[in-house]
């Protein structure tokens, strides 16, 4: 087996192995994105053939072409007779690349039908953009229905989502790449993006407008699961916080209601109204913190907590100096944020 062939056997998998996974676009799960994702294939497919076609062609016409040098003393006299074999080929050139132009488009109105396609009944979700995180909204007419949270989106599987998108600062773009393509929140401008996801599973989205220093690291968690368990979650994050119980996270409760924290942050049903950064109603519950940058455990809301600037240089929040047992009782009481 020579060298070449052994890469290409051994890279094979890895490479079709990349086409997978909780952000990409070529592992579609939702009617909208499938259609991208098969416009992206028949494209490859076509750019391909062409790739291969004049690679033939380029190797045919070096094997078999003139070989004689040309003689300096005479001058090159192009045959006559083979003008008519070259606007032939010419022709059937720019013929052949209308017809791609022309299919391409077919197949690019095929998809924007389905991603324009507007269902008349759609759930909606606002989603804020901030200097770098996201808030989620999902608004009710009732308002002790309306429930908050940040960085993390629940929605029905085979249910229409109408994402209502709004940014607080400046141009950022939602592209949740498993469910739709990009949409930008533009300040002062309420624009509108929607999918239906129809796998379950969890999905990464990314901010994909550069919009700071922090942007890379601006991304959030899109949840497909299925209706009642939906139901279920909706209808926890809609209930204010519960005292806590255990001594220990009382202690935190008062360090964080009288310190820097609920100054920026609110809690449902608590003395914390604070918008400047994310809902902490329901903290605990969430897989991420700092919008998709570190796992939601104790330690890493300690680390947060203490120094968020080495993690996220520029973020709104602010270094915090907790004494051990400040910062223990703070960690105590977010873990009943549940
Ligand atoms: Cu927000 Cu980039």
């Not at 003689?71 to 013929?95: K, M, N, Q």
């Not at 902490?280 to 940058?293: F, P």
Request: hydrophobic letters at 45%.
């Amino acid at each position: 087996m020579t060298r070449a062939r052994a890469w290409l056997l051994a890279s094979g998998p890895l490479i079709l192995a990349a086409c997978h996974g909780g952000q990409h676009p070529l592992d579609p799960a939702s009617p909208q994105s499938r259609a991208i994702a098969n416009l992206f294939w028949v494209m490859l497919a076509i750019a391909a053939a062409v790739y291969v076609v004049v690679l033939a062609l380029f190797g045919y016409a070096s094997l078999h072409g003139r070989r004689t040098r040309p003689d300096p003393e005479r001058p090159t006299v192009i045959p006559t007779h083979s003008d008519r074999t070259l606007a032939r080929w010419v022709g059937g050139g720019v013929a052949i690349t209308v017809l791609i132009l022309v299919a391409v488009l077919i197949a690019e109105l095929g998809v924007s039908r389905v991603l324009s396609a507007n269902p008349a009944r759609m759930m909606t979700i606002d989603v804020i953009g901030r200097q770098w995180w996201w808030e989620i909204t999902y608004a009710d007419a009732d308002p002790s229905k309306v429930a908050k949270t940040a960085n993390e989106i629940h929605v029905p599987v085979g249910v229409p989502v109408q994402l209502r998108l709004a940014s607080r600062d400046v141009i950022h773009s939602l592209w949740i790449p498993n469910l739709r393509g990009k949409k930008d929140l533009v300040p002062g401008y309420v624009t509108n993006t929607w999918f239906v996801a129809d796998t379950p599973g969890v999905y990464r989205g990314q901010c994909a407008e550069f919009c700071g220093h922090q942007h890379a690291k601006m991304a959030l968690y899109v949840v497909a699961e299925p209706r009642d368990a939906f139901d279920r979650w909706l209808e926890a994050q809609r209930q204010p916080a519960l005292p806590p119980q255990d001594s220990l996270a009382k202690v935190g409760r008062q360090v964080f209601m009288s310190g820097a924290c609920s100054n920026c942050h609110a809690i449902g049903g608590e003395p914390a109204y604070g918008t400047v950064g994310p809902d902490l109603t329901h903290l605990a519950s969430r897989r991420s913190i700092a919008a998709g940058v570190l796992p939601n455990t104790r330690g890493h809301r300690a680390g947060w907590i203490v120094d968020p600037q080495s993690i996220k240089p520029g973020a709104r929040m602010p270094s915090n100096q907790l004494g051990a047992n400040q910062l223990q009782a703070l960690l105590a009481y977010l873990e009943t944020l549940k």
